[in-house]
């Protein structure tokens, strides 16, 4: 007798002849089409190829029915493999939804239940793990700041790419200015990411590999590909979905390209959906309802799967990690064992082979309400036909008579109390992992605003996570259907916040958002942005003050008095508050910023030093950083510093008058020979000059300086003379008797001299 094999069990999914007995047995046997999946006795060790489709909602893709679609490629997945018709996330949020892909386990079981905020555990095994253990090269792509690495995904993979850049801000002095972000969303379009994977899979494609590709275009804001007219679609989600799929025939050409299509599993797989409006919700996260939950799910590649055709049993993404171990012949992998033990999901393997398995409940959940807004989180139980979503105000809908989710059956007793039941029996089964809390640097924050998950400051709700008491009271708080009006109006508002759009309309708008849920400590801090950006510090202050009598840690906040305290230049009134945030958040670049720039102005470039030196280590083209850390060191006597750093702030932000008029009076004034370069400092100060079209008198000064510098004394009165002018029509006394005294200095000088 031969040993079964460790093999892959796709081999096992092929016609079973049995050249034993008449041929008529056989005949009858070929004709029912009766398949058997048993072992083969040859091992192979196929690739996966795992791409994760961000916001795809499985009803915008043309193999899903829908008529506008342009997926040519996911299409021909689909018809050549096996496509799921009911995959169903557990979480309409992009990190925990992966988490579970990864894990097989729901967010209360592996921790990670909204966007930025915490860690896996240690103990819990990943995808990328197993196959790393058996030998396979692990790699993943990421297009998302959201799956940075800091939250554990990147376990078990050699590259992990998720170099992201961090969104601009109008300003650099935004800290002291109060120049809000600009929010281009941190994320890099799909073609990086797939360039990126294919020139890792060119140097793995000769031995097994495991290949993450996130793609995460069709995420809000929608772009149009100009560029790409054949791809122009009238709807920009589609479009977007369009571009997504061209990507996707990118990386299938690859393996055409080299054979490997035939032994690479290729698994597409959304992480949620998108409301797109519906049932008032413009994206997601905030509620459950199927167009933020219904996902794709394709399964192709080896010839064993090819024409399995759709399957219409309900599965879900907690599905994922202990089908793909077992297609690949890792399920019995030690490794795995006990959390496949532990997990809810399950191989869907035997649906593979035209087998059933039997019918059973998926969970999903979204706490994102409360982290956003103070409101009650949502919970929902799905089966065959039944969907139940526990909120403050229950709904029950009949997924078989109405897909859409447009009557609420919570009346009917019966079914309701029964659906409940099942809610609350499922979540006794569930072995929930605490949260591992990793504070959310202010930085962090912006870039997940910058993606649409803002921070709404509400406190910890980790205890809520293991206590049944503590969860049960937060579906006491406001249902999110009654706030999502109020939510949209929020966004409104904070758009023309961004956009410096402050009139008494909006002033009025955001006092009303207020006054309609003043629980929501982002509204507050949003109206104290609001008067700040009207320049009406007091109540900006006592607005922000308020929030943080609620939730001393709300980062923004803090860093929002801070600002306005730099602006009315009440250092020694920012500095506990940022030194309270670093605490809390030890990376902070922008908290790290703002006290440095403090603390130049309290006398201690020392410490002023090393803030920024620690900004640079992060963000190493921070001009900002380059020029406060000129100031610093010059302070501290180190002028071959400062001149290296103002030069290095000017190269990466040419013009920018705050680091080119230090750098010009250096060149001119350093106490070090070598380092005085007059003739530079009047091409920086004439170029100043230009840019502020000789009406500004610190560059006019500077201008003056540099020619005396150069012993030309009477240029140097004659630009004085002007810049006189120039402060005398903005009534600036104090430069005005500067000037004078440097005007009677370089006549003087030319009286002396002939030039």
Same mark, same amino acid.
């Given at each position: ?49 795992? /791409? ?23 299409? @021909? ?13 557990? /979480?309409?949020? $992009? ?10 386990? !729901? ?23 197993? &196959?790393?253990?058996?030998? !396979? ?39 002291? $200015? ?13 073609? @990086? ?11 793995? +494609? ?150 059933? /398995? ?55 007793? %019966? ?42 400051? @509400? ?15 937060? &579906? ?35 006092? $009303? ?17 609001? !008067? ?25 906040? /803090? ?5 306005? !305290?730099?602006?009315?230049?009440? &250092? ?39 803030? &920024? ?58 106490? %070090?020979? @070598? ?45 004085? %003379? ?22 009677? +200095? ?10």
């Amino acid at each position: 007798m031969v040993a079964p094999s460790e093999s892959s069990p796709l081999n096992d999914c092929r016609w079973t002849v049995i050249v034993k007995g008449c041929s008529i047995f056989l005949s009858l046997l070929m004709l029912t089409g009766i398949t058997a999946c048993r072992r083969s006795l040859q091992p192979a060790r196929y690739n996966v190829l795992m /791409i994760t489709l961000d916001t795809t909602r499985a009803d915008r893709l043309g193999c899903y029915g829908y008529p506008l679609a342009l997926t040519p490629t996911l299409d @021909q997945l689909a018809r050549e493999g096996t496509r799921f018709e009911h995959c169903r996330s557990p /979480i309409p949020l $992009t990190l925990p939804s992966h988490a579970s892909m990864m894990t097989g386990l !729901y967010p209360p079981e592996h921790g990670l239940r909204v966007n930025g905020m915490d860690v896996l555990a240690p103990e819990l095994v990943t995808l990328p793990m197993v &196959f790393s253990n058996a030998g !396979y090269r692990c790699g993943a792509f990421i297009a998302a700041t959201v799956l940075d690495h800091r939250h554990g995904l990147n376990r078990g993979c050699e590259i992990y790419n998720d170099h992201i850049e961090t969104p601009k801000i109008s300003s650099e002095d935004y800290e002291r $200015t109060g120049h809000l972000p600009d929010l281009t969303p941190p994320m890099r379009p799909g073609a @990086q990411v797939v360039d990126d994977a294919l020139v890792w899979l060119d140097t793995v +494609r000769d031995r097994p590999f495991f290949a993450w590709v996130h793609l995460y275009d069709p995420h809000y804001p929608y772009e149009r590909h100009d560029a790409l007219p054949q791809l122009r679609r009238e709807d920009p989600y589609d479009e977007e979905i369009a571009y997504t799929d061209w990507q996707v025939g990118r990386l299938v050409k690859w393996l055409d390209r080299y054979g490997l299509k035939r032994k690479t599993l290729i698994v597409i797989v959304g992480d949620h959906g998108e409301s797109l409006g519906e049932h008032g919700e413009a994206t997601h996260g905030l509620t459950l309802y199927e167009n933020a939950l219904h996902v794709p799910f394709i399964l192709s590649g080896p010839p064993r799967l090819r024409s399995v055709g759709p399957i219409p049993t309900p599965v879900g993404l907690v599905d994922l990690f202990p089908t793909l171990l077992e297609c690949t012949g890792l399920a019995n992998h030690p490794m795995a064992a006990a959390q496949l033990a532990r997990s809810k999901g399950r191989s869907l393997f035997p649906l593979l082979c035209k087998k059933n /398995i039997p019918s059973r409940s998926l969970y999903a959940e979204t706490i994102h309400p409360y982290h956003q807004f103070g409101w009650a989180p949502q919970q929902a139980l799905i089966n065959q036909d039944w969907k139940l979503i526990r909120s403050p105000k229950m709904e029950l809908f009949d997924l078989s008579r109405d897909a859409h989710e447009n009557t609420n059956r919570w009346n009917d007793a %019966e079914q309701s109390r029964a659906a409940l039941n099942q809610l609350r029996d499922f979540e006794k089964t569930l072995e929930r992992t605490p949260p591992i809390s990793q504070p959310l640097a202010s930085d962090d924050i912006r870039k997940l605003e910058a993606l649409g998950y803002v921070a709404g400051g @509400q406190k910890s709700i980790s205890d809520a996570y293991t206590n049944e008491d503590a969860w049960a009271a937060l &579906f006491t708080l406001r249902d999110i259907k009654d706030g999502l009006d109020i939510a949209r109006k929020s966004f409104s508002i904070r758009a023309k916040i961004i956009v410096n759009d402050v009139g008494d309309d909006v002033l009025e708008q955001a006092k $009303t958002l207020v006054k309609e849920s003043p629980e929501t400590l982002f509204f507050q801090n949003l109206l104290g942005c609001l !008067y700040l950006r009207r320049n009406e510090y007091d109540p900006a202050i006592a607005i922000f003050r308020h929030t943080l009598d609620i939730n001393p840690d709300y980062s923004e906040s /803090i860093n929002n008095l801070a600002m306005v !305290y730099m602006i009315l230049q009440k &250092f020694t009134d920012a500095e506990p508050l940022l030194r309270h945030e670093i605490e809390n958040s030890p990376q902070s670049i922008r908290a790290h910023k703002s006290m440095g720039y403090v603390l130049l102005h309290l006398g201690q470039p020392a410490k002023a030093r090393d803030h &920024f030196e620690f900004v640079l280590s992060r963000e190493p083209e921070s001009h900002g950083a380059h020029k406060y850390l000129g100031d610093a060191l010059l302070q501290l006597g180190d002028e071959a510093g400062a001149l290296a750093h103002y030069t290095e702030s000017l190269r990466l932000n040419p013009g920018w008058m705050d680091a080119a008029l230090p750098l010009a009076h250096l060149l001119i004034s350093a106490h %070090e020979p @070598q380092l005085r370069d007059p003739s530079r400092a009047l091409q920086i100060a004439w170029q100043a000059c230009e840019t502020t079209e000789h009406h500004v008198v610190e560059p006019m000064t500077a201008l003056a300086a540099a020619y005396a510098a150069l012993g030309r004394p009477q240029k140097a009165a004659e630009v004085t %003379e002007l810049a006189l002018a120039v402060a005398r029509e903005s009534t600036n006394e104090t430069a005005g008797l500067a000037l004078k005294s440097d005007l009677d +200095r370089y006549l003087r000088a030319a009286a002396g001299s002939e030039e």
